[in-house]
């Protein structure tokens, strides 16, 4: 917490500081993380580039996949930390009200992300339908009967309630880019993604005419 009222102690000078080197370097972060899950996802899906890396067993595959997802996102949140320290606060963001929505965002952030985490485990959480692994049923439960991408919305409210408990309006304009890019990885996951699932089940309807 030091360090975050640290941050409050800086003098707000304007806006956004666009000569600042972390301020793009984070931009790019969170640009190309989503830009590399879907494109290994489907080289895995066509190639099963990631399962014969891992000796034929996709479990493996996608735990490997799941464990660089998972460090790519912290070391792009650590990117995002040092990008707000060297911006300019706010007055209008240092207020306790915004303090208060700001501990929100980020606490209803994390429900939705741990929640859907554990709803998907890991499988399905880091991409398993490209690896074959395919659930059951369909999640319908919470945070699902609330958002059907909860984990995207999740991160992005924290990214807004981080920048907010920071008091920087370029925090804003980075999480206004975290929600475009993950728009637009929904455009292309959904779609996909539901295409595999429709191919199981017609897999599935042959089969049992055959056993019939």
Not at 2 to 19: C, E, L, N, R, W
Not at 75 to 84: I, M
Not at 97 to 115: E, M, P, R, T
Not at 127 to 147: E, K
């Amino acid at each position: 917490m030091s360090k975050i009222f640290h941050a409050y102690d800086q003098p707000a000078t304007g806006f956004v500081d666009f000569s600042q080197r972390t301020l793009l370097i984070s931009a790019a972060s969170i640009a190309f993380n989503p830009i590399f899950w879907n494109t290994v996802a489907r080289q895995e899906y066509h190639r099963k580039i990631l399962t014969k890396l891992a000796g034929g067993n996709p479990y493996y595959g996608c735990y490997g996949l799941a464990a660089t997802i998972f460090l790519l996102g912290i070391f792009r949140d650590f990117l995002y930390e040092r990008a707000l320290r060297d911006q300019p606060s706010h007055p209008a963001l240092q207020s306790p009200l915004v303090n208060y929505a700001a501990y929100a965002l980020i606490a209803g952030g994390n429900v939705l992300v741990l929640s859907s985490m554990w709803a998907l485990g890991v499988t399905g959480t880091y991409l398993g339908d490209y690896f074959g692994i395919l659930m059951d049923n369909v999640v319908t439960s919470f945070p699902f009967n609330v958002t059907d991408a909860p984990m995207y919305y999740g991160s992005t409210m924290s990214f807004l309630g981080t920048a907010l408990l920071f008091g920087k309006p370029a925090g804003v304009l980075l999480t206004a880019e975290v929600l475009a890019v993950y728009l637009v990885a929904l455009r292309f996951e959904d779609p996909f993604t539901a295409s595999i699932y429709a191919k199981r089940d017609q897999e599935r309807k042959r089969g049992s005419k055959k056993r019939s």
